[in-house]
């Protein structure tokens, strides 16, 4: 900061004195995303546990007492009740008693001791869709390990087929959360940071005195930026931290990589947050726009649904989020150990939406200033 020159290191001095001066200011910097990164990583998951499930056993043979016993001692069951007729049956999925119901017809045990194929009605609810096919998946797994099959067979049989699951074996869905946490919470902060700099400056009334200041619109931006770099990347490489010492994550990649990498994407998001810091006259206006400008940029990253899901026209506004490109950089930095020339092809989009959101927040601030 020494090599900067003297009217420069003194705005971002002040900015940083603005911003760490004030210890509830300090807390809320770092208390409330520590405490969400460790709050989410155990309740943002995909896992089903303490499922409830209703049985109607119209069999009553060796099969499909095995299955019953088996499903009741899955880990994914909380409880297991056994009914004794279709209404019952139905009545626990339509009153939310049951996420899932199994029916097995009379002639289960028989079909499966002739070594045909045996059916199984499996009513899901269709109320919690996500939790109701999780579910599936897992009493679809344990009829497997019976030997049973309760889908349609496959071209080659049972002991040519093979499933692995790459770079997460045991599908831990902390390794999946937790860097994706440290991105979205790095981001959050450094938004916030920065869209309420000028709205701050401006509701206080000292953003009449850089009217009248030779500073020039290019060294407001610098001032302003270099807290949020500073504060976002440091708060985003504490969690990775976090992530493989605490959540014991692998870790695979480049540290120095990683790095790089967050720093664009840290100014990319300082660039959105010194745009609605811009136009915002207060700071509840700035905090507003914010959180308008957060949510969509988490539901559209491919954090919570694959961004190949999403219609044409949201997967082209996707790759101007700059969430998106940092979640694949940061996940294949942990689990596959992404290389340089592979980050570079999701990190150079990020140096495209820094320069634009800097450039527009220079005209934005540079207007404000005539």
Do not use: C
């Amino acid at each position: 900061m020494t090599l900067l020159p003297t009217r420069l290191r003194a705005q971002i001095v002040k900015e940083l004195l603005s911003i760490l001066r004030d210890p509830r200011a300090r807390f809320i910097l770092v208390g409330p995303p520590l405490l969400q990164l460790l709050v989410f990583s155990f309740a943002a998951t995909l896992e089903v546990t303490n499922a409830s499930l209703v049985v109607f056993d119209r069999d009553g043979g060796r099969w499909a007492q095995e299955l019953i016993a088996d499903l009741a001692a899955a880990r994914f069951v909380g409880t297991l009740r056994l009914v004794h007729s279709r209404p019952d049956l139905h009545a626990a999925i339509e009153q939310r008693r049951a996420l899932l119901a199994l029916e097995i017809p009379d002639t289960f045990s028989r079909q499966v001791a002739a070594g045909g194929p045996a059916e199984l009605q499996v009513i899901v609810d269709g109320r919690r869709a996500n939790s109701g096919q999780v579910a599936l998946g897992y009493v679809q797994a344990v009829a497997a390990a019976l030997g049973l099959t309760l889908q349609p067979q496959s071209l080659l049989p049972p002991e040519r087929i093979g499933l692995r699951h790459w770079f997460n074996p045991n599908l831990i869905y902390q390794w999946f959360v937790v860097p994706s946490l440290a991105g979205i919470m790095a981001m959050v902060v450094s938004l916030v940071v920065t869209a309420l700099s000028i709205a701050r400056e401006r509701e206080l009334g000292t953003f009449d005195q850089l009217l009248v200041s030779p500073t020039s619109s290019a060294e407001i931006i610098v001032a302003k930026t270099v807290p949020g770099l500073l504060i976002g990347s440091t708060l985003g490489m504490l969690m990775v931290a976090i992530g493989v010492l605490v959540f014991r994550v692998p870790f695979q990649g480049s540290v120095p990589l990683l790095y790089g990498a967050m720093l664009l994407f840290i100014l990319s998001i300082v660039g959105v947050g010194l745009m609605i810091s811009a136009i915002s006259a207060t700071q509840q206006q700035a905090i507003l726009g914010t959180f308008a400008a957060v949510v969509p940029m988490i539901l559209m990253s491919g954090f919570a649904t694959p961004v190949e899901n999403m219609p044409p026209v949201l997967q082209w506004l996707a790759e101007a989020i700059p969430l998106k490109h940092f979640l694949i950089i940061v996940q294949g930095s942990f689990l596959k150990g992404l290389p340089a020339g592979e980050i570079w092809r999701h990190a150079w989009p990020l140096v495209i939406i820094a320069l634009v959101t800097l450039a527009l927040a220079t005209l934005l601030v540079r207007s404000r200033l005539q």
